[in-house]
């Protein structure tokens, strides 16, 4: 008897529980016309169809897995993601995308410390022409001293509120950041005490541990807004509202102690230096090797002149550009997109300076094209 076949699907016309006969299914369940076998089975090749729908899948695969057109430290950008971008636009997306990582992992001053090296070099180079400019024309340390009793230098130790408000901001955002200000002053006027005020409403970072106290500071330390407005106050006297180019600033002077000549003296070298004529232009030959050895010492506020000039800048390319810390490298990719297609004003000029960075930057995130090692 021939091999039997269960159905247990319905069939029209057909018992649900009949068994048929592998001979007699054909008169129930139609068979396509297909001529007598002559030859052994095969089976027969794909449909179009199937063929079509097989190579999209490849194709897709095929997409998914672009290789990298360009890499910048571990960030990639496959072809068609600088599709329509030249050369330069590539290059330029890039350097910018070097910047990002850099940002995003706390490392602007490491990455890009041969800047802060080579403004170091700079200001010790100006004031070893100055020593030497007061060596040429005979002051020695007594007529140094003596200059410097006349208006010696103060370190103010200070404490403040500050509200971010950069003054690119639209005037909206600074007036609300100057309210704020205001209402910090009325709540010192009723007798709350500022460390506890700054605590709880300072936007600077750590103010809340520090409750707003800054390290003891001298002139160039702050800018000069932040400065004159320190200076001029009595110690535990609170300042009217400041605006810096951070935004806006309550302040508290805590102490004031007048600064030792030897501490000073870096500083009155370059002040007589200048009242004497010297430009403070490097010594004619002088060498960075040579300035070294000499043991010259660059005046603090210079330093600090020097670090706050790079925190500003770093600073506002970051803001310009969309890039923070903590930024994942999937954030900082989508960021540096966006970076290389703003048309802020603030966003080009920052582009601009990055391109001359190109060096370091390329140097910190090693930047390659296409299968280039």
């Known amino acids: 008897m021939g091999t039997q076949l269960q159905l247990t699907a319905g069939v029209p016309g057909v018992p649900r529980s009949s068994t048929l006969s592998a001979r007699d299914r054909g ?56 599709f329509g971008l030249s050369d330069s636009r590539r290059a330029q997306l ?19 410390a041969p800047i802060v090296e080579a403004a170091m070099d700079a200001a010790l180079l100006t004031q070893f022409a100055a020593e030497r400019a007061l060596e040429a024309t ?3 340390d007594e007529q140094l001293r003596a200059h410097y009793l006349t208006n010696p230098a103060l370190e103010l130790t200070v404490r403040h509120v500050l509200f971010f ?7 909206s955002h600074r007036e609300a950041a100057r309210e704020k200000a205001d209402a910090a002053i009325a709540r010192l006027g009723a ?5 506890e005020v700054a605590a709880e409403l300072s936007e600077e970072p750590g103010a809340e541990g520090r409750q707003g106290l800054l390290q003891p500071g001298r002139e160039g330390s702050w800018v000069s807004e932040f400065w004159t407005a320190a200076v001029a106050l009595e110690p535990g006297e609170i300042s009217a509202v400041t605006e810096t180019q951070y935004g806006f600033h309550v302040l508290r002077l805590e102490d ?3 600064v030792s000549f030897e501490e000073a003296r870096p500083t009155v070298v370059a002040q007589v230096a200048a009242l004497i004529g010297s ?50 490298t999937a954030q900082v990719k989508e960021a540096a997109r966006s970076a290389l297609g703003a048309t802020e004003q603030l966003a080009t000029i920052a582009r601009g ?21």
């Open 27 to 82: 008169s129930i369940i139609p068979r396509p016309h297909c001529p007598p076998r002559t030859k052994p089975y095969h089976r027969p090749e794909a449909s179009l169809r199937q063929r079509l729908l097989t190579g999209l899948t490849l194709f897709a695969a095929a997409c998914s897995a672009e290789p990298a057109a360009m890499t910048i430290g571990d960030v990639t950008f496959t072809e068609s993601e600088l």
């Open 165 to 171: 408000s950069e003054r690119w901001r639209p005037a």
């Open 94 to 112: 890039a350097e910018i995308t070097a910047y990002g990582l850099a940002a995003s992992r706390d490392e602007l001053a490491l990455k890009l």
């Open 279 to 328: 430009n403070g232009a490097p010594a004619a030959g002088a060498s960075i090797d040579e300035a070294r050895e000499s043991g010259t010492v660059v005046p603090q506020s210079d330093i600090a002149s020097v670090e706050r000039d790079f925190e500003d800048r770093t600073f506002r390319w970051s803001t310009a550009l969309g890039f923070a810390s903590g930024l994942t």
């Open 256 to 258: 004031r102690e007048i």
């Open 138 to 140: 005979g002051v020695d």
């Open 353 to 373: 300076e990055l391109r001359e960075l190109a060096p370091l930057l390329q140097t910190a995130y090693p930047i390659t094209f296409g299968g280039e090692g």
């Open 191 to 195: 007798g709350e005490g500022f460390p």
